[in-house]
């Protein structure tokens, strides 16, 4: 994700609050996995993924927020230093207590950091919802690779001594929500077929299609005007479904007509002899 922001200059549809969300979780997730002594690869998995939330956090406020990059550095090693601190704070606080039996202060804090990762997957949904179910920002390559590391840190969990259930639901929520953003972007695909295949006939891009294919008015907005796109395919396929139901009515009333005029000249047939004979 953070090479594929760099390699295009932007972080459109990537939102921040959604990675800050993710980094500020970290700090107790790590402590909850180092005071519950799980395997080493989950201890270690709340560095790592907060370290490269931050990076690509530091890149929205840079790309989105337009901060100067020795802003954004300054600003993301600070809170890297806060958040690490945070997590020895928690570690040094906690572990006494919970070896000698007080379980609730470490629970309070895992419920906290599920809370917080939940909440860091729903601002994607906002961007979802504001673009009528295209996802934009997250490739699905991002989202299999997150979704594989939920799938299998859960079941890392499954072969320990004891199934911890905060992790598990953590990993099961990320799990079912990352599947809504998969479906969403399959449902748009599908709904938008033909308007993409037009822009594909045309040589152009999605977006540059829909610009395109509306009057250059300033006052209707992008998601008007591909409102207005889809509706105009929407249209046009119904008029060439009805316009191909009306040519068979026609003929079908065609050779009705034409069988009643058959009809009617065999039974003037006979008619006809009976008046030559008199």
Known sequence: RIWHNWRRGTT???????LFLWAVCMAPFGA????????????TQPQIFCFLCLICWAQTLVYHNKFK?????LITLVTMTVFGGLEVVLVLTLR?????????????????????FVLGLIPPYFEIWKRRGRVVGLNFMFLA???????FSMLALAVQRSFDVIGGVSYICVLVL?????????????????VREAAKR????????VLETQNADTSVSGEEKEMDVEAQFARSERS????????KEMDVEAQVAGGERAQGRTGEGPAGDKKEQG
């Open 12 to 18: 459109e549809g990537v939102p921040g609050l959604m």
């Open 32 to 43: 909850y996995s180092i005071i519950q002594n799980f395997n080493i690869p989950i201890q």
């Open 202 to 209: 045309a040589g152009k891009k999605y977006d540059e299609y």
């Open 96 to 116: 006494g207590p919970y070896s000698r039996g007080v379980e609730w202060p470490i629970t309070l804090i895992g419920v906290v950091a599920v809370v917080l």
């Open 145 to 151: 690779i997150d979704w594989s590391g939920a799938l």
């Open 178 to 194: 990352e599947i809504g953003i998969v479906s969403s972007h399959l449902v748009w695909l599908y709904r938008t077929r033909n």
């Open 240 to 247: 060439e479904e009805n316009r191909v139901g009306e040519e």
């Open 69 to 73: 990059i020795w802003q954004a550095t």
